[in-house]
Nanobody, 124 residues
């Protein structure tokens, strides 16, 4: 069992930056793919970024590529999402998720564990 807790959300102006953190409990977190997803009001949850358990494979949604960076510190059971050049359309609740089986990184149903989410609001 893995429990995930996100933090670092908040209100930022267009062009600003935020760093989201995902703290995991469970000794096998280091073997999980970690993904970040987001859900805006009235929209479906969507893939943002993911990193494999060794960090060798990273994937980004086209909408955030070049602006966001995912990383992890498996020794500390932490994952991060650095978000730069934020836009109003990035406003959403951001969720951290973990996949124990290493499936397709961008598919919601592949992920077994989810955090409660953290709100990111980008003002124009």
């Amino acid at each position: 069992q893995v429990q995930l807790v996100e933090s670092g959300g908040g209100l930022v102006q267009t062009g600003g930056s935020l760093r989201l953190s995902c703290a995991a409990s469970g000794s096998i977190f280091s073997r999980h793919t970690v993904g970040w997803f987001r859900q805006a009001p009235g929209k479906e949850r969507e893939f943002v970024a993911a990193i494999s358990w060794r960090g060798a494979k990273i994937s980004y949604a086209a909408s955030v590529k070049g602006r966001f960076a995912i990383s992890r510190d498996s020794a500390r059971n932490m994952a991060y999402l650095q978000m730069n050049s934020l836009k109003p359309e990035d406003t959403a609740v951001y969720y951290c998720a973990a996949d124990r089986d290493g499936g397709a990184m961008n598919l919601i149903y592949e992920y077994d564990y989810w955090g409660q989410g953290t709100q990111v609001t980008v003002s124009s």
